[in-house]
């Protein structure tokens, strides 16, 4: 079964520029979640979907910063304008809307933001 | 607001030793618990979850996690590691109510080191 399938994995640009990364949940899995890991915060919740409507975006760390979710099958993190301090893996999970189901993980967009 | 605590930052193991990942959590709630494990350059991998039942759960590649609410903790175990252990490793606390999942918040992670 195809996994969490995020792109691009990797991402180098220069500040101010618009960045754009995709994510592709699992076949049926109602819930989407987008996490930042730094160094310095580790992993961080920054927004979630439940049927493709936002739930909590209060992880969101600034106007900067915005997600969409069209259908069930694609979602996109947008940066506009990228800074250097946005620099961090990004993770993209999908579960099912059942009790107990764990998340599954992408294997991350790296940015660097030079 | 709920927290996860993986106090050791960095364990080194003898391979073929035992293994004992601390996590302790602050949730209001019954919480769900999770282990995760990455390794370089890689996603998250899911070793093992406990969501209610026996508290001693079973996982992927021999560990084992014991729930204990009386300490508010749900360490990690293997009896014997293996070098291809050495990963990062993701404690994880989660919910699911009438209103549906939460995201879920991690401790800072451990990172296991194995000797030859």
């Known amino acids: 079964d195809a996994g969490v399938i995020q792109s691009p994995r990797h991402e180098v640009t220069e500040m101010g520029q618009e960045v754009t990364l995709r994510c592709k949940p699992i076949s049926g899995h109602d819930y989407l979640f987008w996490y930042r890991q730094t160094m310095m915060r580790g992993l961080e919740l920054l927004i979630y979907f439940n049927n493709n409507v936002p739930i909590d975006d209060s992880g969101m760390p600034e106007d900067r910063f915005s997600a969409k979710m069209p259908n069930a099958s694609f979602s996109t993190l947008k940066i506009q304008p990228s800074e250097p301090r946005d620099s961090a893996v990004y993770f993209c999970a999908s579960s099912p809307n059942r009790a107990g189901q764990p998340q599954h993980f992408g294997d991350g967009t790296r940015l660097s933001i030079l | 607001a709920q927290s996860v605590t993986q106090p050791d930052i960095h364990i080194t193991v003898s391979e073929g030793a035992s293994l004992e990942l601390r996590c302790n959590y602050s949730?209001?709630?019954?919480?769900?618990l999770f282990w995760y494990v990455q390794s370089p350059g890689q996603g998250l991998q899911l070793l093992l979850k406990?969501?209610?039942?026996?508290?001693l759960v079973q996982g992927i590649k021999g560990f084992e996690a014991e729930f204990k609410r009386s300490q508010s903790s749900f360490n990690l175990r293997k009896p014997s590691v293996h070098w291809s252990d050495a990963a990062e490793y993701f404690c994880a606390v989660g919910s699911y109510s009438g209103g549906g999942a939460d995201g879920l918040t991690f401790g800072k992670g451990t990172h296991l080191i194995i000797q030859p």
């Open positions: 949730y209001g709630a019954t919480p769900y």
């Open positions: 406990y969501f209610s039942g026996d508290t």
